[in-house]
């Protein structure tokens, strides 16, 4: 499933406390330069719309940096969660791959959320995946003592590959089986590819890991 247009955004809403590029993030890395404050900091690669974190942000002991690599879905995401005026979640417009290899220190994360990434369908385009070996040491080297990554895809086969990248190249626990919820309303979903995917009656492959 292709992504779809996204609505226009209000040119009047501020984003300078949501958003930043690659190049704006501190160096070295500090999480309290971005939140005003040291808190818990949860990590999700791929943001699209912004769905899951909204919802995150209601967690308010938390934070939650985003990290979207098309620039219109990370000011999109990043201006909805202005429009919601919450202090704890905001979207950097770069690749991931940098940010977690070059910036983020070691034992600096709770959580790392990967939903539905970009499958890669054709074999020579694999390599481009963001489940890879390198993206999974510097996962397992940026987490904390029980910290936890979560990965959600709707392509088995690169479920099914990527478990065994992670048991192969990581000492994280798992896998970890997470139920899948019935949904409450017609936005209770972790993603908007989420609630398209179950929308369609199609299987989401949903995993958890964590570092002993």
């Known amino acids: 499933m292709g992504r779809r247009a996204l609505r226009k955004i209000d040119p009047s809403i501020d984003l300078t406390n949501h958003f930043r590029t690659f190049d704006q993030l501190p160096r070295?890395?500090?999480?309290?330069?971005?939140?005003?404050?040291?808190?818990?900091?949860?990590?999700?690669?791929g943001s699209g719309k912004?769905?899951?974190?909204?919802?995150?942000?209601?967690?308010?002991?938390?934070?939650?940096?985003?990290?979207?690599?098309?620039?219109?879905?990370?000011?999109?995401a990043a201006a909805s969660l202005a429009k919601m005026g919450v202090t704890n979640a905001m979207v950097v417009h770069g690749d991931a791959l940098r940010v977690f290899h070059e910036l983020l220190p070691d034992e600096s994360l709770e959580a790392v959320h990967v939903y539905f990434p970009d499958p890669w369908w054709k074999k020579r385009h694999r390599r481009r995946r963001v489940m890879r070996e390198s993206f999974l040491h510097d996962v397992q080297r940026t987490l904390r003592s029980g910290g936890s990554l979560h990965f959600w895809t709707d392509v088995e086969e690169y479920f099914q590959t990527s478990l065994e990248l992670i048991a192969?190249?990581?000492?994280?626990?798992?896998?970890?089986?997470?139920?899948?919820?019935?949904?409450?309303?017609?936005?209770?979903?972790?993603?908007?590819?989420?609630r398209r995917v179950r929308q369609a009656d199609a299987p989401v492959y949903r995993v958890e890991f964590r570092k002993k």
């Open 28 to 45: 070295p890395w500090d999480a309290a330069m971005l939140f005003d404050r040291l808190a818990p900091l949860e990590v999700e690669v």
């Open 168 to 194: 192969a190249h990581t000492s994280l626990h798992g896998p970890l089986t997470v139920p899948e919820p019935t949904a409450e309303h017609d936005m209770d979903y972790r993603t908007h590819f989420e």
């Open 50 to 76: 912004g769905l899951f974190l909204r919802s995150a942000a209601g967690r308010p002991e938390v934070d939650f940096l985003g990290i979207e690599v098309v620039e219109k879905y990370a000011c999109f």
